[in-house]
């Protein structure tokens, strides 16, 4: 059953077919420690702090914020989705070449974690997240 995008429910989703997919991919090649700061959330208090970590070689997405983070990423709700969800490296260039993203720390970390191409198992859980999202 689909759940909105970032929600409780949807973050348990995802954490459930990451956690499928563990150790079955090649392990993410660069590690980033990322706080992600998402705006305008249509629910909650309007915003909401997550970070990602890929120091084990598997991504981590948790609710909250890491201290010794390499950086910050700032956008709004629907751009993060079309990013997160849609996969769309286009969306992403085209908000932040329109200030819709904000990165503050090592924003070569993000560059390099862009360029790593998706693996086959990548985008099938890619693919399975998707279908848990409304």
Avoid: C
Avoid at 7 to 25: H, N
Avoid at 67 to 87: G, N, S
């Amino acid at each position: 059953m689909p759940h909105p995008f970032l929600s409780d429910e949807w973050l348990v989703e995802v954490k459930a077919i990451r956690q499928k997919y563990a150790g079955k991919g090649a392990p993410i090649g660069h590690k980033v420690k990322m706080n992600q700061v998402i705006t305008a959330v249509p629910f909650g208090d309007g915003e909401l702090k997550l970070y990602m970590d890929t120091s084990s070689g598997e991504i981590v997405l948790e609710k909250g914020v890491l201290d010794d983070a390499d950086l910050t990423v700032t956008t709004d709700y629907e751009t993060a989705r079309k990013i997160f969800v849609d996969q769309d490296p286009q969306a992403g260039m085209q908000a932040f070449m329109a200030g819709k993203v904000k990165v503050q720390g090592d924003m070569m970390k993000l560059m390099q974690l862009q360029a790593t191409p998706p693996d086959d198992t990548a985008k099938q859980a890619a693919e399975e997240i998707k279908s848990v999202t409304e």
